[in-house]
């Protein structure tokens, strides 16, 4: 069985309840609507990301988005992890080690410099996974965000 699935449009209805799992353990308002019309272009291929599927494309236990941008700095395309859910039932597995793992390499193959991702302050367990899967904080370096 391959781990991950690319995401296709006719795979909505099984990854929108995933991600309203996820954006429900988060806090994240966002109607089924707005919800779907977030994700739907990801499926239909636009260029500024991906949505993958893990674990059986029929029934998955999880998803993870990569936003796609550009840095001079890293010298190309980076990658930026969206959001990474895997069910709560089956996490602890290595599961998310394994994805991370499958994940990178086949970013790099497609000319994707860096990936980076936020991790909340207090979220020891997913920091010990990141970290086993090579990501580092950046010293010098804040997440700040503006919305308006």
């Known amino acids: 069985m391959n781990l991950l699935h690319l995401a296709r449009p006719e795979d ?3 990854l929108q309840p995933l991600v309203a799992r996820f954006h429900a353990h988060h806090g994240i308002a966002q109607s089924d609507e ?6 739907l272009p ?20 999880g998803y993870i988005i990569i936003s796609l941008g550009y840095s001079v700095e890293l010298g190309g395309i980076e ?9 709560e039932k ?17 970013l790099k193959d497609h000319g994707i410099k860096a990936l980076h991702l936020e991790v909340a302050r207090e979220n020891e367990s997913a920091q ?14 804040m997440l700040m965000t503006r919305t308006r």
Do not use: Q
């Not at 707005?34 to 994700?39: D, F, G, Y």
């Not at 990658?79 to 069910?87: K, S």
């Not at 089956?90 to 086949?106: F, I, K, N, Q, Y």
């Open 12 to 14: 909505i209805d099984t």
């Open 90 to 106: 089956v996490r602890g597995r290595g599961m998310g080690s394994e994805v991370l793992t499958t994940l990178l390499p086949a």
């Open 34 to 39: 707005e919800r779907r019309a977030a994700v």
């Open 42 to 61: 990801l499926l239909e291929g636009i260029p500024h990301g991906m949505a993958y599927l893990i674990g059986p494309r029929k029934a998955p236990v």
């Open 79 to 87: 990658g930026f992890v969206d959001e990474f859910f895997i069910r």
């Open 128 to 141: 010990r996974l990141y970290k086993r899967a090579g990501f580092e904080p950046r010293d010098g370096y």
